[in-house]
């Protein structure tokens, strides 16, 4: 339930505009590896094998350290929980024009293409009949849109049903 607060509030606060990030150089290649080793032992425990990788020599991106965190959380937590025990969740980044690209891409379940429009919706979840033990409150991709779109980046989806889903966030560099 606190969980559930802090993240109304943290949609709350960005809507109003009045979410704080302490932006600093960040190093886009550690803080994946860091938010991928906290993951490890969930997907461990749903039989997911979880891997990463960076391209070499990618820039520092202008991030709150603490916010980036998050937002990788959110997209790991996603996509171990909508992969099957044999699957795999893969986090990718490189560099693209301006900034650095980061993909997380699972082998499980897809989103079916009418509902790919609407998963960055508050409490929006491709299957209703979930419980918020199993399926979240629908509030995780809500926040890491809002989270990167305050970062001054964006966020895409890519889904194909049985074949699995990638969520690529996109983040500006650090200024030099």
């Known amino acids: 339930l606190g969980r559930l607060v802090d993240d109304l509030r943290d ?14 150089p960040v190093d886009a290649a550690r803080a994946i590896e860091t938010a991928v080793a906290a993951a490890l032992p969930r997907a461990a425990a749903a039989g997911v094998a979880l891997g990463h990788e960076a391209a070499p020599g990618l820039p520092r991106i ?4 603490v916010r980036l965190g998050q937002m990788l959380r959110n997209l ?16 990718r980044a490189g560099r693209t024009e301006g900034g650095v690209e980061v993909v997380v891409r699972d082998t499980g ?9 609407r998963v960055f919706e508050r409490f929006y979840r491709t ?7 199993t399926g979240g409150a629908g509030l995780g991709l809500a926040i890491v849109r809002q989270l990167v779109e305050a970062h001054g980046g964006s966020v895409r989806v890519e ?7 990638a969520f690529a966030v996109t983040l500006p560099d650090a200024p030099s």
């Open 127 to 133: 299957d209703g009949s979930r419980a918020r033990a």
């Open 11 to 24: 949609l709350a606060l960005a809507d109003a505009g009045q979410l704080v990030l302490e932006r600093e």
């Open 159 to 165: 889904s194909e049903p049985g074949r699995g889903t």
């Open 109 to 117: 379940e897809g989103i079916a293409p009418e509902h790919l429009g």
């Open 62 to 65: 202008e991030a709150d350290p």
């Open 76 to 91: 790991l937590e996603n996509a171990i929980a909508h992969t099957p025990p044999g699957g795999r969740v893969d986090v």
